[in-house]
């Protein structure tokens, strides 16, 4: 009964490698997002989701791209992996603005590791 | 923009004390939702309190209460009678009831002293 689930949790890869982390929200928002968690704690917002359309896209390298195949999903997928993107990253969901309460929901995260 | 800053990167209380984390925020909206979150070294962020800007009595969730100063853009959080459970980094949130964004704090990590 996991309201946010991320797979997988630790990513550990090779700098130019691509790869993708997978986000699903059984609450029944419309809107999602992926964080980015630097190692000084430092949460920084990459991109939202509301109803499968982007709604926010912040100033991040077009490697990364995100993708809703539905309002319940949000993955991540990321090209040529480098260094610096070593980071955990989080997904999480919430309502949609003016239908309710707007926390947001945090899954586990994803804590990937550029080598 | 909407900004929200904690003034305090690092705090520390001794085991069944009380403490207080700071956290300002900067908006010119009227609606708008105020968070705490906890995130402990498992790094699950766990939500611990909300506030409605709207609503005058400020919120409290067990050991856990805030001290909401609409005017002064002010939102700090008291957690008493302190449990080692405690020590984690909190995280203060900010988030309109109109817009899609976000906003967090750069966190202040909360040490608990047995």
């Known amino acids: 009964d996991t309201a946010v689930s991320q797979t997988p949790k630790y990513l550990v890869t090779q700098m130019g490698n691509d790869k993708s982390i997978k986000c699903e929200q059984n609450l029944g928002h419309d809107t999602m997002y992926w964080y980015k968690q630097d190692s000084k704690k430092f949460l920084k917002i990459m991109f939202s989701y509301n109803n499968k359309e982007l709604i926010i896209n912040e100033t991040v390298p077009n490697r990364f791209s995100p993708k809703s195949p539905d309002k319940a ?3 991540l997928h990321i090209n040529s992996l480098e260094l610096g993107d070593s980071a955990v990253y989080f997904c999480a969901s919430s ?8 926390e947001q929901y945090f899954g586990p995260g994803t804590r990937l590791t550029v080598t | 923009a909407q900004t929200v800053t904690q003034s305090q990167p690092e705090m520390s209380v001794q085991e069944a004390e009380t403490v207080t984390l700071s956290c300002t925020y900067d908006t010119s909206e009227s609606d708008y939702y105020l968070f705490w979150y906890k995130q402990p070294p498992s790094r699950q962020m766990i939500l611990v309190i909300r506030q409605e800007a709207y609503k005058q009595q400020n919120a409290t969730e067990n050991r856990f209460s805030v001290n909401f100063q609409k005017a002064a853009k002010s939102f700090s959080l008291k957690i008493s009678d302190s449990q080692l459970g405690d020590a984690a980094m909190y995280f203060c949130a900010y988030s309109s009831n109109t817009g899609n964004q976000f906003y967090f704090g750069t966190g202040t990590s909360l040490t608990v002293i047995p």
Do not use: E, S, T
């Open chain 1, 95 to 102: 309502q949609a603005p003016g239908q309710g309460l707007r």
């Open chain 1, 73 to 75: 999903h949000l993955n």
